[in-house]
């Protein structure tokens, strides 16, 4: 299986910061690679797919970057609804594994 | 816009057999997207379980594979799961999910809200 490491795993911020978030494989995955914004109680929304694609709708603070084995994700100026827990999933190969999640807090 | 919904028991006895079945509404089971069942346990990060086409190839986590079995059911826009011999470690809040394959790479682009699955006597 493909392991996928996120650093950090916790992460404070405040408002109008620009925060970035690592996703590393544990082998090559071309830029089969996704992104997901987790709020607690809600189910995992798609922000970023292709390594670097804007899903319809997310706001253009988001994007993404990478190919192989190294990729972020980068928000630009954060809003407070951004505060939540990230996570990347690789869809390169089966079975399809996801990182262990950044929980994005308020500083 | 594509709706997916849970549906299932939310508790279930050790040594049991889980299955939820997970519909699709606006928008076709039966068009070229693969199907998927993710789970979470509760406070934990994400596990993929499998996922189905509509003709009914699948893949399964091989953590799981012995398990779980993901069926579709056409006629009434649906898939399901069923995952055996249960134990406390498959409590989790279970989701489905479209794999969207048309048009570019692969993207777990629609999601279920969620249901909690509780393995308990």
């Known amino acids: 299986d493909i392991q996928l490491t996120q650093s950090p795993s916790f992460l404070s911020a405040s408002v109008g910061d620009r925060v970035t978030i690592t996703c590393r494989a544990s082998?090559?995955?071309?830029?089969?690679l996704a992104w997901f914004q987790q709020e607690p109680g809600k189910a995992p929304k798609l922000l970023i797919y292709d390594a670097s694609t804007l899903q319809s709708g997310v706001p253009s603070r988001f994007s993404g970057s990478g190919s192989g084995t190294e990729f972020t994700l980068t928000i630009s100026s954060l809003q407070p609804e951004d505060f939540a827990t990230y996570y990347c999933q690789q869809l390169n190969n089966y079975p399809r594994t996801f990182g262990q999640g950044t929980k994005l807090e308020i500083k | 816009q594509v709706q997916l919904q849970e549906s299932g028991p939310g508790l279930v006895k050790p040594s049991g057999t889980l299955s939820l079945t997970c519909g699709v509404s606006?928008?076709?089971?039966?068009?070229?997207?693969?199907w998927s069942w993710v789970r979470q346990p509760p406070g934990k990060g994400l596990e993929w379980i499998g996922e189905?086409?509509?003709?009914?190839?699948?893949h399964y986590n091989p953590s799981l594979q012995s398990r779980v079995t993901i069926s579709v059911d056409k006629s009434k826009s649906q898939f399901s799961l069923t995952l055996s011999s249960v134990t406390a470690a498959d409590t989790a809040i279970y989701y489905c999910?479209?794999?969207?394959?048309?048009?570019?790479?692969?993207?777990?682009?629609?999601w279920g809200q969620g249901t909690l699955v509780t393995v308990s006597s």
């Open positions: 606006g928008g076709s089971i039966s068009s070229s997207n693969w």
């Open positions: 999910a479209r794999v969207n394959i048309l048009s570019g790479p692969p993207r777990f682009d629609y």
């Open positions: 082998q090559g995955i071309s830029s089969y």
């Open positions: 189905i086409y509509h003709r009914g190839s699948t």
